[in-house]
């Protein structure tokens, strides 16, 4: 039920008129791999950019975009055992980065820039006001993932709600 219900969310917020890169991909991938199990970890992120990809239109960048969300998915998974505050805040930041530089070499070595180091500087140096707020979306986006989380967790933990609500 949560796979889905992220899914959802995910899908809704990247089809809807937002702030560019403003959406909550890098922290639903993180999110999914500390609270979803293996399976479904890495499934919801990749489904999730496939579907909205779809929807929005294909580019020849997926395979960047794509698989740094898939790696980000494994370092949601690294933060499994060490779910905690300083954690979550250093793999919001290490995601966020991860996402910046696998893209923007996809979106140079695809040929959007002149394949030279300086094309390859112009398409990192033109792409920082994204990055700014793919940083802060990651970050808002996890503070609501993962607070509402925890606080739905320990409000239901001794409750019937709690196999339907908090199972994976």
């Not at 089809?15 to 499934?43: Q, S, W």
């Not at 030279?116 to 993932?145: E, H, K, M, N, Q």
């Amino acid at each position: 039920m949560l796979a889905i219900l992220l899914l959802t969310f995910g899908f809704a917020t990247r089809l809807f008129i937002h702030t560019p890169n403003f959406t909550p991909v890098i922290a639903l991938a993180l999110f999914g791999g500390v609270y979803l199990n293996k399976k479904y970890a890495l499934i919801l992120p990749l489904g999730l950019m496939a579907i909205s990809d779809m929807a929005i239109g294909m580019h020849n960048v997926v395979f960047f975009t794509w698989g740094s969300i898939v790696a980000i998915a494994l370092l949601g998974m690294w933060l499994k055992s060490r779910n905690n505050w300083v954690n979550i805040a250093s793999t919001n930041l290490v995601g966020a980065v991860l996402f910046f530089i696998v893209t923007n070499f996809g979106v140079w070595a695809m040929g959007w820039y002149p394949l030279t180091l300086a094309g390859l500087a112009d398409c990192f140096w033109l792409a920082i006001p994204f990055f700014r707020t793919t940083l802060l979306s990651t970050i808002v986006y996890s503070v609501i993932l993962f607070g509402l989380y925890e606080l739905v967790a320990y409000r239901v933990k001794d409750t019937r709600l709690a196999r339907v609500l908090l199972t994976n």
